[in-house]
């Protein structure tokens, strides 16, 4: 099977983590960008290379379809380690395992801890669990990968706690962009839901108290998706099992043609085949199909469960994002929750690297009236949070004026050299999150960052590298930045080091005044 360019890209830096003697690294795929392809020929290449592989996931559905996907897309087969059977014994060099199964002391005491030299972890963001820990650490001695869906850096704090390092990321919206997945249009219902009195578990809403909440309005939720998803193939993720098969007879008594599928139905399979073949056109379930199953032609997603686990929201808008002859896009219905108390996901967790950004994007939706494109509304969020941005800084400046300071403040330094990356940044692994290194701040102030505005190791690395790139690439220092913005420059952090040298030497020729005929707000550098 021919990788796509990413996908080959992924898998190289995979390998590159390896070979660097970074043990445990993680890939980042949107759904539907192919994650066990990729991890199947990261497998392929450790069992050429003669090593034993553990794919480790904790439902069956999951591990099935690694094994499907490995044998078809590799000719390679598996034994499994699940419940009675085991792969102790056997000849084939991988094995699909259970979490659950393996996780129990006398399974785990029946290898050796270097039984498996590779281990992947499918849905890498349940891997902080005990159960998954208990068997991770017995393999110590393993190289791991993580895979998984997480939209953003944000959501890997905790990740970051045990792996090492991101091998590579590929986001929503250059899937989106190179036509790999679905673009998504996304409508806020201006229905207010009142969550201010769901208690929380695990750092999540209560699922039995959300269903409680809930129930007031599904009639109206009802009326609403009439009015805009009567025609199209619609997934609804709802709280509780008795919620969902409750909203499923609203539905139907409303016009759709709707299904309830849960953990314990008889006919699930058959349910889910009438589905993809348009038996029914909304599919209602209580948080069941959030993993392991694709049906490429959905095209609308409705969340009734609100979480602000950006990973499990994800995992839900991901069954609809898939491509489909004929799909032109995937609406996503977002509502106006009311809570007093945490931050919850909405469409432009999706897509946004940044929750300033993503503030303004939810809150743009909100007001737009109609269905918008998920990536326009992302890229006005941006342009709006820069004039935010760039009015906090003038007041910053103000603030400063009467300060004799000869560093710059970073957020300057950020905006002068029009970098979203540094503004954005949050700090993933553990060494990021650490106060920068005595080295760091002496870097800093030498090369004329004000480093007291930095709080993290992993922001103070990534402005030093572009402070050594821009070296490299002969743009302006923080120093030149500071002095000719000062004086009115606008965005001096694009120019040439030279021009902006030659620009400083005129105006310490004319007694340290910016010469009559240069303006500086309307002066371009070169």
């Known amino acids: 099977m021919e990788l796509r360019p990413y996908q080959k890209e992924a898998k190289d830096s995979i390998f ?11 890939l980042v795929l949107p759904t539907g960008c192919g994650k066990t392809i990729v991890f199947s020929k990261v497998v392929e290449q450790c069992v050429r290379d003669g090593e034993r592989v553990l794919i480790l996931a904790h439902r069956a559905e999951l591990l099935d379809q690694a094994a499907d996907k490995l044998s078809k897309s590799t ?4 034994a499994t380690e699940k419940a009675d059977q ?3 014994g056997s000849w084939f060099r991988v094995a699909v395992g259970s979490v659950q199964t393996l996780m129990r002391e006398k399974r785990l005491k029946q290898f050796t801890t270097d039984h498996f030299d590779t281990i992947i972890v499918d849905e890498a963001h349940h891997c902080i669990s005990d159960s998954y820990q208990n068997v991770l650490q017995y393999f110590d001695e393993a190289k791991v990968l993580g895979v998984t869906a997480t939209p953003d850096r944000g959501d890997m704090r905790n990740l970051g706690s045990y792996f ?15 036509g790999y997945l ?7 219902i201006p229905l207010k839901l009142d969550l201010s009195g769901v208690s929380q578990q695990a750092g999540d809403f209560k699922a039995s108290e959300v269903g409680t909440a809930l129930d007031p309005y599904l009639e109206q939720i009802a009326v609403e998706m009439q009015k805009h998803c009567i025609n199209r193939k619609t997934v609804v993720f709802l709280p509780l099992v008795k919620t969902s098969q409750k909203f499923r007879d609203i539905l139907n008594h409303y016009g759709f043609k709707a299904a309830e599928v849960n953990g314990t139905s008889q006919d699930r399979e058959q349910v889910l085949e009438d589905f993809e073949n348009d038996k029914y056109n909304v599919l209602c379930n209580s948080m069941l199909l959030t993993e392991g199953w694709d049906c490429p032609s959905v095209d609308c997603i409705v969340v009734l469960r609100p979480t602000k686990v950006r990973a499990l929201y994800s995992q839900m808008v991901g069954r609809g994002t898939r491509l489909h002859s004929g799909k032109e896009d995937l609406l996503l219905l977002d509502f106006l929750w009311h809570t007093d108390r945490h931050e919850l996901c909405h469409p432009a967790h999706l897509i946004c690297e940044n ?6 994007m939810t809150k743009n939706i909100e007001e737009a009236g109609g269905p918008v494109d998920l990536e326009a509304a992302e890229e006005e969020a941006s342009e709006d949070a820069v004039v935010q941005r760039e009015e906090a800084l003038a007041k910053k400046l103000q603030e400063m004026k009467n300060r004799k300071r000869k560093l710059v403040d970073p957020l300057q330094f950020e905006m002068s050299i029009q970098a979203e990356d540094l503004s954005s940044y949050v700090p993933a692994f553990g060494w990021e999150m650490s106060p920068p290194s005595d080295n760091q701040v002496k870097a800093l102030e030498k090369l004329g960052i004000m480093p ?10 990534k402005i030093l590298d572009r402070l050594d790139k821009r070296r490299q690439e002969g743009l302006t220092t923080p120093k030149q930045i500071r002095f000719l913005e000062s004086r009115g420059f606008q965005h001096v952090g694009t120019w040439k080091f030279e021009h902006a040298k030659g620009l400083i030497d005129r105006i310490a020729a004319n007694g340290w005044r910016v010469p009559r005929e240069i303006i500086p707000n309307k002066y371009k550098g070169a």
């Open 75 to 78: 000719g390679l087969m598996c």
């Open 164 to 178: 090492e390092s991101m091998a590579y990321e590929y986001s929503l919206p250059k899937a989106i962009k190179s």
């Open 182 to 188: 679905s673009p998504i249009k996304a409508l806020t």
């Open 86 to 88: 085991t792969c102790i």
């Open 16 to 26: 590159h983590e390896w070979e660097n003697g970074v043990k445990k690294t993680l």
């Open 355 to 360: 929750e300033e950004v993503a503030k303004i």
């Open 452 to 461: 007291d505005e930095i709080d993290n190791a992993g922001k103070a690395a």
